[in-house]
C-alpha cells in the first residue's frame, strides 16, 4: 500500500560554526533537519563529543570514571594527551574546576597558565569551562582568552551576567563564546541578542541550554533544546539556530546512583556500567533533542555513543 | 483529526426537529464536535453516518492492551510528535526475551529479574512489564511447557513470539487468559493468526519487511474485524528502525493514516550482540516512539536507567512530579543535625538531597508541599511563604528530633526569614545558598 510519507516543513537551517584551528578544527552545526532525520534533510557535521579534563585532581569521582585515566588526574597536560593520544578524542574540554571560590579558588593567572600549556600540548579544539561564578569567570576567563590569543578556544559558561566583559575579551583574542542560560528558550534567544549586540560575530557563538541528566530534569532539557531545534529550522528563528554544547559528565557521574556500589544494592547492577550507561544514555538523549556537542568522562560511553551514531547515520 | 462541527453538520439530517434537544441540526453538531452532546440523541442519523463518525472520532493511534488486571500495559495512544506540544501518554513497556531453547536455570534466572529489578523513585514503582517467549526450538509442546512456566512464575503480561500458528495456539492453551500478544502475523500466516487473536481475544502483533507491505497487512486486518494491533516493519538496522519509528508516528498523526495508526514494537535484542550498546539503542526508541521495546535480558545496571528515562519522558510538561511533604533523614542524623527546608518539586528534591548526601554531613530535610512547583515560583505564588511554612515546621515534629532550633532555608527565599522569625517562636531562621551545589561547603561550616 502505498502512502505518502509526510515531510516538516524546514525553512531554516542551524549555523555551522567552526571550533578550534589547524587540521585538527572541528566544524559543528549546518543542519537542515532534527536531529538525525535524515530522510528529511542534512546533518553535514555529526555530533561530536569532547572529553572532560579537570585542572585539579578529582576528590569524589567514582572508581569507575578514575580507573582510565590513572595516573595523569593530578597533571592536566598529561591528561589532555592521553584523551587526545589513546582515547581519540577529537576536543577537549578543560574544567576550571580549581577556581571555584567556594572550593580551592585558584587565582586567574595560574588557572591561565595551565590553559595555555593544554592548549600548547594538544592539537584539538580546546573548551574551557569556567564555575560560573560571574566575577572570577570574568577574572579568569579574560585572561585566558588574553593568554591564549590565536588559539580560538571555546570558552564559557559566558552568561548574561557576565557576558559583557568576557564577550568583549573573546572578540578581542578571537575565541569562541558558550552562550549559557538556565533551560530557558527565551532566555537563550536573549542572551544570543545580547551577545550580537556586543558585537560577537555569529560563527563565534554555540548555545549551552544547561543539561542535565537522566532521573535530574532531563526531561526539562530535552524539551528546551526540541523546542529551540524547531524554532531555528522551522520558525526562521536567526537566534536559535546556533549549534548546542551539552556538559553532561559532570552531570551524570555526580548523582547518587553512579556511587552506589553493587554490594549495598545488587538490584542497581554492576557500578561501572552502571555510570557508562546513564552517561551514554544521557548523551544520546540529549543528541536526539539536538546537542552537536556533548562533553563525556568515561572512554566506553564515548566508545558507545560513537558506535550508536555511526549506525544511525549509516547509508 | 476529529471532524470538525461544520463537517459533522453535513452528516446530519438538517431537519432542525429538535429532539435531540437542541434548537438547530447546527448547533447540536457543535455540541458534538465539542464532545458535549451524544450522537445517540439525533434519532434521525443513518448508521452510515454513525460508522463515518465513529471512525473520524477514533484516535489515530489506536491504543492497545497487552495482559490483564494490575500488569496489564496499556501502549499506544498518543497524539503529539513532541512532548512539549502536549504529553507522551503511555510509556512503552520493556520485555525480556526468553527463548525455549534455554536451560531451566537460564529460564529461571531471567524470571526471578524480572520479578525482582523493581524499584521505587519518588514514590513510583518502576518495573519492567513483559516476557517474551520465542519459540526456537520449533517444539509446540516445548513452548507450551516454557509459556506455562513462565505464567506460573510471574503475573507479568506475556508475548508468544512464533510464526507457526500451531505454536501460538499451543502457548495460548495455557495463557489466553492473560490476553498475550501475539507475536506474529505475517503474510504467509495472516488469516490463521488472525483468527487465534479473535478466538481468544488477544492483541495481535504484524510483521512486515517495509512499510507499506506493512499497512497493507493491517488494512486487511481491519477489514476482518482485528481491532487491537501492534506493528513491526521489520527493519532490525538501526537507521532504518529509527527513521520508522518517526515515519509510522508522523504518518498516523499528521496525515491520519489508519493502516500504520497502531502502536509498535521493537527488537533492539536483534540489533546487537553488545549489551551495553542494546541498553544504548533500548534508550533511543525510549524517546523516539517505541510502544514495547523488546531486550534480550535484564541486568539492573541497564534496566534502572532505562526505567528512569522512560519516567522522564513521559512526565507531563504540563504537570511536574512532586514529592511527599515530610521530613526525610539524610544520612543518619541526630539532634545536633542541621534542618534545611525546600519545595517538593521532585526536581529540587533530587538535587537538594542529592548535594546534601554528597556533604556526607547527615541532615533532616523538611519537604514542604508546594503543589510540585519550584522554590522561585512557589515563594512567587506565595505556597512557599512564611504563613505556610511556619505551620508545616510546627506540625511536622522536627522540634522532637532536633535539639537546637535553627532552620536552614533556601537562598531564594531569603525574604521570608523575618516572617519565619515572627511565627515560628525560638527559632533562628538560617538563610542558605541559592544554588544546591554550594549545600556541601555550607553544611560543613556549620554549626549547631
Same mark, same amino acid.
Given at each position: 500500500?502505498?502512502?505518502?510519507?509526510?515531510?516538516?516543513?524546514?525553512?531554516?537551517?542551524?549555523?555551522?560554526?567552526?571550533?578550534?584551528?589547524?587540521?585538527?578544527?572541528?566544524?559543528?552545526?549546518?543542519?537542515?533537519?532534527?536531529?538525525?532525520?535524515?530522510?528529511?534533510?542534512?546533518?553535514?557535521?555529526?555530533?561530536?563529543?569532547?572529553?572532560?579534563?579537570?585542572?585539579?585532581?578529582?576528590?569524589?569521582?567514582?572508581?569507575?570514571?578514575?580507573?582510565?585515566?590513572?595516573?595523569?588526574?593530578?597533571?592536566?597536560?598529561?591528561?589532555?594527551?592521553?584523551?587526545?593520544?589513546?582515547?581519540?578524542?577529537?576536543?577537549?574540554?578543560?574544567?576550571?574546576?580549581?577556581?571555584?571560590?567556594? /572550593?580551592?579558588?585558584?587565582?586567574?593567572?595560574?588557572?591561565?597558565? #595551565? #590553559?595555555?600549556?593544554?592548549?600548547?600540548?594538544?592539537?584539538?579544539?580546546?573548551?574551557?569551562?569556567?564555575?560560573?561564578?560571574?566575577?572570577?569567570?570574568?577574572? #579568569?576567563?579574560?585572561?585566558?582568552?588574553?593568554?591564549?590569543?590565536?588559539?580560538?578556544?571555546?570558552?564559557?559558561?559566558?552568561?548574561?551576567?557576565?557576558?559583557?566583559?568576557? /564577550?568583549?575579551?573573546?572578540?578581542?583574542? *578571537?575565541?569562541?563564546?558558550?552562550?549559557?542560560?538556565?533551560?530557558?528558550?527565551?532566555?537563550?534567544?536573549?542572551?544570543?541578542?545580547?551577545?550580537?549586540?556586543?558585537?560577537?560575530?555569529?560563527?563565534?557563538?554555540?548555545?549551552?541550554?544547561?543539561?542535565?541528566?537522566?532521573?535530574?530534569?532531563?526531561?526539562?532539557?530535552?524539551? #528546551?533544546?526540541?523546542?529551540?531545534?524547531?524554532?531555528?529550522?522551522?520558525?526562521?528563528?536567526?537566534?536559535?539556530?546556533?549549534?548546542?554544547?551539552?556538559?553532561?559528565?559532570?552531570?551524570?557521574?555526580?548523582?547518587?546512583?553512579? *556511587?552506589?556500589?553493587?554490594?549495598?544494592?545488587?538490584?542497581?547492577?554492576?557500578?561501572?556500567?552502571?555510570?557508562?550507561?546513564?552517561?551514554?544514555?544521557?548523551?544520546?538523549?540529549?543528541?536526539?533533542?539536538? /546537542?552537536?556537542?556533548?562533553?563525556?568522562?568515561?572512554?566506553?560511553?564515548?566508545?558507545?555513543?560513537?558506535?550508536?551514531?555511526?549506525?544511525?547515520?549509516?547509508? | 483529526?476529529?471532524?470538525?462541527?461544520?463537517?459533522?453538520?453535513?452528516?446530519?439530517?438538517?431537519?432542525?426537529?429538535?429532539?435531540?434537544?437542541?434548537?438547530?441540526?447546527?448547533?447540536?453538531?457543535?455540541?458534538?464536535?465539542?464532545?458535549?452532546?451524544?450522537?445517540?440523541?439525533?434519532?434521525?442519523?443513518?448508521?452510515?453516518?454513525?460508522?463515518?463518525?465513529?471512525?473520524?472520532?477514533?484516535?489515530?493511534?489506536?491504543?492497545?492492551?497487552?495482559?490483564?488486571?494490575?500488569?496489564?500495559?496499556?501502549?499506544?495512544?498518543?497524539?503529539?510528535?513532541?512532548?512539549?506540544?502536549?504529553?507522551?501518554?503511555?510509556?512503552?513497556?520493556?520485555?525480556?526475551?526468553?527463548?525455549?531453547?534455554?536451560?531451566?536455570?537460564?529460564?529461571?534466572?531471567? @524470571?526471578?529479574?524480572?520479578?525482582?529489578?523493581?524499584?521505587?523513585?519518588?514514590?513510583? @514503582?518502576?518495573?519492567?512489564?513483559?516476557?517474551?517467549?520465542?519459540?526456537?526450538?520449533?517444539?509446540?509442546?516445548?513452548?507450551?511447557?516454557?509459556?506455562?512456566?513462565?505464567?506460573?512464575?510471574?503475573?507479568?503480561?506475556?508475548?508468544?513470539?512464533?510464526?507457526?500458528?500451531?505454536?501460538?495456539?499451543?502457548?495460548?492453551?495455557?495463557?489466553?487468559?492473560?490476553?498475550?500478544?501475539?507475536?506474529?502475523?505475517?503474510?504467509?500466516?495472516?488469516?490463521?493468526?488472525?483468527?487465534?487473536?479473535?478466538?481468544?481475544?488477544?492483541?495481535?502483533?504484524?510483521?512486515?519487511?517495509?512499510?507499506?507491505?506493512?499497512?497493507?497487512?493491517?488494512?486487511?486486518?481491519?477489514?476482518?474485524?482485528?481491532?487491537?494491533?501492534?506493528?513491526?516493519?521489520?527493519?532490525?538496522?538501526?537507521?532504518?528502525?529509527?527513521?520508522?519509528?518517526?515515519?509510522?508516528?508522523?504518518?498516523?498523526?499528521?496525515?491520519?493514516?489508519?493502516?500504520?495508526?497502531?502502536?509498535?514494537?521493537?527488537?533492539?535484542?536483534?540489533?546487537?550482540?553488545?549489551?551495553?550498546?542494546?541498553?544504548?539503542?533500548?534508550?533511543?526508541?525510549?524517546?523516539?516512539?517505541?510502544?514495547?521495546?523488546?531486550?534480550?535480558?535484564?541486568?539492573?545496571?541497564?534496566?534502572?536507567?532505562?526505567?528512569?528515562?522512560?519516567?522522564?519522558?513521559?512526565?507531563?510538561?504540563?504537570?511536574?512530579?512532586?514529592?511527599?511533604?515530610?521530613?526525610?533523614?539524610?544520612?543518619?542524623?541526630?539532634?545536633?543535625?542541621?534542618?534545611?527546608?525546600?519545595?517538593?518539586?521532585?526536581?529540587?528534591?533530587?538535587?537538594?538531597?542529592?548535594?546534601?548526601?554528597?556533604?556526607?554531613?547527615?541532615?533532616?530535610?523538611?519537604?514542604?508541599?508546594?503543589?510540585?512547583?519550584?522554590?522561585?515560583?512557589?515563594?512567587?505564588?506565595?505556597?512557599?511563604?512564611?504563613?505556610?511554612?511556619?505551620?508545616?515546621?510546627?506540625?511536622?515534629?522536627?522540634?522532637?528530633?532536633?535539639?537546637?532550633?535553627?532552620?536552614?532555608?533556601?537562598?531564594?527565599?531569603?525574604?521570608?526569614?523575618?516572617?519565619?522569625?515572627?511565627?515560628?517562636?525560638?527559632?533562628?531562621?538560617?538563610?542558605?545558598?541559592?544554588?544546591?551545589?554550594?549545600?556541601?561547603?555550607?553544611?560543613?561550616?556549620?554549626?549547631?
Amino acid at each position: 500500500m502505498v502512502f505518502e510519507i509526510p515531510k516538516t516543513a524546514y525553512s531554516g537551517k542551524i549555523r555551522e560554526v567552526k571550533l578550534g584551528s589547524g587540521e585538527k578544527a572541528v566544524t559543528v552545526g549546518g543542519e537542515t533537519c532534527y536531529p538525525l532525520y535524515l530522510f528529511e534533510g542534512e546533518m553535514p557535521n555529526l555530533p561530536k563529543i569532547a572529553m572532560e579534563v579537570w585542572d585539579m585532581p578529582p576528590q569524589d569521582w567514582a572508581e569507575a570514571a578514575l580507573e582510565p585515566f590513572a595516573g595523569v588526574t593530578d597533571d592536566p597536560v598529561a591528561w589532555a594527551k592521553k584523551c587526545v593520544e589513546d582515547y581519540g578524542a577529537e576536543m577537549i574540554c578543560l574544567q576550571l574546576v580549581s577556581t571555584d571560590p567556594n /572550593g580551592l579558588d585558584r587565582g586567574a593567572d595560574e588557572a591561565a597558565e #595551565v #590553559v595555555k600549556k593544554v592548549a600548547d600540548a594538544i592539537d584539538v579544539p580546546l573548551i574551557v569551562w569556567g564555575t560560573a561564578n560571574h566575577e572570577k569567570d570574568t577574572e #579568569v576567563l579574560r585572561k585566558v582568552c588574553e593568554v591564549c590569543r590565536g588559539k580560538n578556544l571555546i570558552i564559557g559558561p559566558v552568561e548574561e551576567g557576565d557576558h559583557k566583559r568576557i /564577550g568583549a575579551a573573546a572578540i578581542g583574542y *578571537h575565541h569562541t563564546v558558550i552562550a549559557s542560560t538556565p533551560i530557558d528558550i527565551n532566555l537563550a534567544k536573549q542572551l544570543n541578542i545580547l551577545l550580537g549586540n556586543l558585537g560577537v560575530p555569529d560563527e563565534l557563538i554555540i548555545t549551552d541550554p544547561t543539561t542535565s541528566c537522566i532521573g535530574y530534569g532531563i526531561e526539562y532539557c530535552y524539551s #528546551v533544546m526540541e523546542r529551540m531545534r524547531m524554532a531555528g529550522l522551522t520558525q526562521q528563528d536567526e537566534k536559535l539556530q546556533f549549534p548546542l554544547i551539552c556538559n553532561i559528565s559532570k552531570e551524570a557521574w555526580k548523582t547518587k546512583e553512579v *556511587h552506589i556500589p553493587m554490594e549495598e544494592d545488587p538490584k542497581l547492577g554492576d557500578a561501572k556500567k552502571r555510570g557508562i550507561l546513564l552517561e551514554a544514555m544521557s548523551a544520546m538523549v540529549l543528541i536526539l533533542a539536538g /546537542g552537536d556537542v556533548m562533553i563525556m568522562r568515561h572512554p566506553e560511553a564515548i566508545k558507545l555513543v560513537r558506535e550508536v551514531i555511526a549506525e544511525l547515520t549509516a547509508s | 483529526m476529529p471532524l470538525t462541527g461544520i463537517e459533522i453538520f453535513k452528516l446530519l439530517p438538517k431537519t432542525n426537529c429538535k429532539e435531540c434537544g437542541e434548537p438547530t441540526c447546527l448547533a447540536f453538531a457543535m455540541k458534538l464536535a465539542a464532545g458535549k452532546a451524544e450522537l445517540n440523541a439525533c434519532p434521525y442519523v443513518s448508521e452510515e453516518t454513525k460508522a463515518k463518525l465513529m471512525e473520524a472520532a477514533a484516535p489515530p493511534i489506536l491504543p492497545v492492551t497487552i495482559g490483564v488486571g494490575d500488569r496489564a500495559l496499556k501502549v499506544g495512544g498518543e497524539t503529539v510528535m513532541f512532548r512539549h506540544e502536549k504529553r507522551f501518554e503511555n510509556p512503552p513497556g520493556f520485555a525480556i526475551l526468553i527463548s525455549d531453547t534455554m536451560e531451566e536455570p537460564e529460564i529461571d534466572g531471567r @524470571l526471578e529479574r524480572f520479578n525482582n529489578l523493581q524499584y521505587e523513585r519518588i514514590g513510583l @514503582l518502576l518495573r519492567p512489564d513483559l516476557v517474551a517467549v520465542r519459540d526456537d526450538s520449533g517444539d509446540a509442546a516445548r513452548f507450551e511447557a516454557v509459556v506455562n512456566e513462565v505464567k506460573q512464575n510471574s503475573e507479568c503480561g506475556i508475548i508468544l513470539m512464533s510464526s507457526n500458528p500451531d505454536t501460538l495456539a499451543a502457548g495460548l492453551k495455557v495463557c489466553a487468559d492473560r490476553k498475550p500478544l501475539l507475536y506474529a502475523a505475517i503474510e504467509e500466516n495472516l488469516e490463521r493468526v488472525a483468527d487465534l487473536a479473535e478466538g481468544n481475544s488477544c492483541p495481535l502483533a504484524v510483521k512486515a519487511s517495509s512499510l507499506e507491505e506493512l499497512a497493507q497487512l493491517t488494512a486487511k486486518l481491519t477489514d476482518a474485524g482485528v481491532k487491537d494491533i501492534v506493528i513491526d516493519s521489520g527493519s532490525r538496522t538501526l537507521r532504518r528502525a529509527f527513521e520508522d519509528q518517526i515515519i509510522i508516528r508522523s504518518v498516523a498523526l499528521t496525515k491520519k493514516f489508519r493502516p500504520l495508526g497502531f502502536p509498535t514494537i521493537v527488537f533492539p535484542c536483534e540489533m546487537t550482540d553488545d549489551p551495553m550498546k542494546e541498553a544504548l539503542i533500548a534508550s533511543i526508541f525510549v524517546a523516539k516512539y517505541g510502544s514495547i521495546i523488546v531486550l534480550s535480558d535484564f541486568q539492573g545496571e541497564s534496566l534502572f536507567p532505562l526505567l528512569v528515562e522512560r519516567l522522564n519522558i513521559y512526565t507531563d510538561p504540563q504537570r511536574p512530579l512532586a514529592t511527599t511533604e515530610g521530613v526525610y533523614e539524610i544520612g543518619e542524623p541526630d539532634e545536633n543535625s542541621p534542618v534545611l527546608i525546600t519545595c517538593n518539586f521532585s526536581l529540587t528534591y533530587f538535587i537538594v538531597s542529592g548535594e546534601i548526601e554528597a556533604s556526607r554531613i547527615p541532615s533532616y530535610l523538611l519537604v514542604k508541599d508546594t503543589e510540585g512547583l519550584s522554590v522561585m515560583t512557589a515563594w512567587a505564588a506565595g505556597k512557599f511563604v512564611a504563613d505556610t511554612i511556619a505551620p508545616f515546621v510546627k506540625e511536622c515534629g522536627i522540634a522532637d528530633m532536633v535539639k537546637h532550633r535553627k532552620l536552614i532555608i533556601p537562598g531564594y527565599a531569603a525574604a521570608e526569614s523575618g516572617g519565619l522569625e515572627e511565627e515560628l517562636a525560638g527559632w533562628e531562621i538560617q538563610v542558605g545558598p541559592r544554588d544546591g551545589a554550594h549545600i556541601p561547603a555550607y553544611l560543613k561550616s556549620w554549626k549547631p
